[in-house]
């Protein structure tokens, strides 16, 4: 499935969430050591790229995602010196390297926002960001209804009266990007990294960055006023001259949850963003009718454009999908509910979540897996509440129980905590019965997660090319083929149904003449 014409066509990427990947110092908190430790278990993994969650120096409100500075490495997670080695030794490994930007939003402890802060209303400081003063008679009440995504309003008030916005956290001021020199500057920066050696950028919050300028009030659920503002294409064809003017295809990937596709696929025009994230496709239930329908949507979108698709299962921010594909229920994904209460069976969710991995390895397009996905990690749902750190949790007053179960720390090796992932406790508990799901235990097991994944991602980079044709094999088995002499098929259904022709490449259970329920296979044919 290798394309020639652009690695990122159908690269497989990994994401690493930097906390909770290893920990080379020992003080419970992954770092830049630790991933440098542990770049051989990528580079047998078989991936092409890695994506790294925000380095920068932060305070950690967000998970890193409050950047304070944005052309340096976050002291916790080592040294500029070291994310430039990180970068050189991955290259040496064919691997790439693509980081976060955070374009919308920066800390309350950059020196922007501090400045802003002390130089008062009206000033240039204040106009990096949206300032406002407030309504009503004394101006005690918000600019407008706009609800944080994290929980509360969209607005805080500081000593001056003023109000600020912030589309998260309090301590995540949104940047104006009707302000030339917020261009300026994150322009600069992008030409900081790639100088670096950067081969990309994963583009935070990527549909945004531009508000409506009226900041009027909305109705519930409507996001068109600080969302897919026709402004940002002109930012993105920006940034893509600066991509463009570097050699060994430097990507932009935009995390954008729209709700139209069509309209996140403009994104991807030939003069804009390389790719997006799929999250239709990340939030769809365990439902044939359903998967097919998203994939059709999902191939039709980027081919009007010439964009490949981008396939993806789990992420930083969301369940892992072994826990929802094994929960009693609905097997989907939405922020508005996490569905953290519903029963969980992880022995059909591990069943479907390797059906589901074979899936994402053979659909045309690119993809990205998530750490710990590849060891069929679940969904740690009783950390206690004392030792939450996700300001979700904290905003919403826990009726959120936020995304710490989906960053608890990677275990390596070992039979009890932390398994390898440092010499001291990690950041936040892991699991027991983890022992089992280290990558170590899993690396002997044929019959792991991790064998699956390593000859999938194998077998993949020899699979033909070539547009995705539909089969019909019986009612709940998605079926189609791809290039000459490639067959998958996916069984839904609740009963058994017959292999199509062919030679078996890779299967996700065992089969028998029969393909059984919850189960994938690759044919060759």
Request: aromatic content about 12%.
């Amino acid at each position: 499935m290798t394309d020639k014409t652009g690695w990122w066509r159908s690269a497989a990427i990994y994401q690493v969430y930097i906390r909770s990947f290893a920990d080379g110092n020992g003080d419970g908190v992954g770092d830049l050591a630790g991933v440098r430790a542990r770049l051989d278990h990528l580079a047998d993994l078989g991936i092409d790229a890695i994506w790294f969650t925000p380095w920068y120096p932060s305070p950690m409100d967000d998970g890193g995602y409050d950047v304070a500075d944005f052309r340096d490495i976050e002291p916790l997670f080592g040294t500029l010196a070291e994310a430039e080695a990180l970068i050189a030794e991955a290259h040496t490994r064919d691997i790439r390297v693509i980081i976060d930007i955070v374009p919308n939003h920066c800390s309350d402890e950059h020196r922007w926002f501090q400045a802003a802060l002390a130089a008062g209303p009206g000033s240039p400081e204040r106009q990096r960001f949206w300032f406002r003063p407030g309504r009503g008679p004394d101006g005690a009440e918000p600019p407008n209804n706009w609800k944080s995504r994290f929980g509360g309003s969209a607005w805080t008030r500081v000593p001056d009266g003023e109000w600020y916005l912030h589309l998260y956290s309090s301590r995540q001021p949104d940047f104006n990007w009707d302000n030339p020199e917020i261009r300026t500057e994150f322009e600069d920066v992008l030409r900081f990294w790639f100088d670096r050696g950067v081969d990309g950028f994963r583009i935070d919050v990527a549909d945004g960055l531009v508000k409506d300028p009226h900041l009027p009030d909305v109705d519930d659920g409507d996001e068109t006023p600080f969302s897919d503002q026709e402004a940002l294409h002109e930012i993105y064809r920006s940034w893509r001259k600066i991509a463009d003017s570097y050699g060994g295809e430097r990507v932009l990937v935009g995390e954008m949850w729209l709700p139209d596709m069509s309209r996140a696929a403009r994104y991807l025009r030939r003069d804009e963003l390389h790719s997006a994230f799929n999250f239709d496709f990340l939030v769809c239930p365990w439902d044939c009718a359903r998967f097919r329908d998203v994939i059709t949507r999902t191939l039709r979108a980027h081919d009007e454009v010439g964009a490949p698709a981008a396939w993806v299962l789990s992420n930083h921010d969301v369940t892992r999908h072994v826990t929802r594909y094994g929960r009693q229920g609905d097997t989907g994904f939405s922020f508005a509910n996490r569905l953290h209460e519903l029963p969980v069976d992880r022995e059909l969710g591990t069943r479907r979540a390797r059906a589901a991995a074979l899936l994402t390895l053979a659909l045309p397009g690119g993809l990205y897996v998530y750490q710990g996905e590849e060891l069929g990690l679940w969904e740690v749902l009783d950390i206690p509440d004392e030792l939450r750190q996700d300001p979700v949790f904290a905003r919403t007053h826990g009726t959120d129980p936020g995304r710490d179960g989906c960053r608890v720390p990677i275990p390596w090796s070992g039979d009890e905590p932390p398994f390898g992932f440092g010499s001291g406790d990690a950041w936040l508990p892991q699991p027991a019965a983890w022992s089992a799901y280290t990558a170590e235990a899993e690396a002997a097991d044929p019959a792991s997660m991790l064998s699956l994944y390593r000859s999938g991602l194998r077998i993949r980079r020899e699979l033909p090319p070539g547009p995705l044709d539909w089969l019909s094999l019986g009612e709940g088995v998605l079926a189609f083929r791809i290039g000459p002499g490639f067959t998958f098929a996916l069984n839904f259904s609740a009963a058994p149904v017959p292999l199509p022709d062919g030679e078996i490449l890779l299967a996700s259970g065992p089969v028998d003449g029969e393909l059984p329920t919850d189960t994938a296979v690759w044919l060759r044919s």
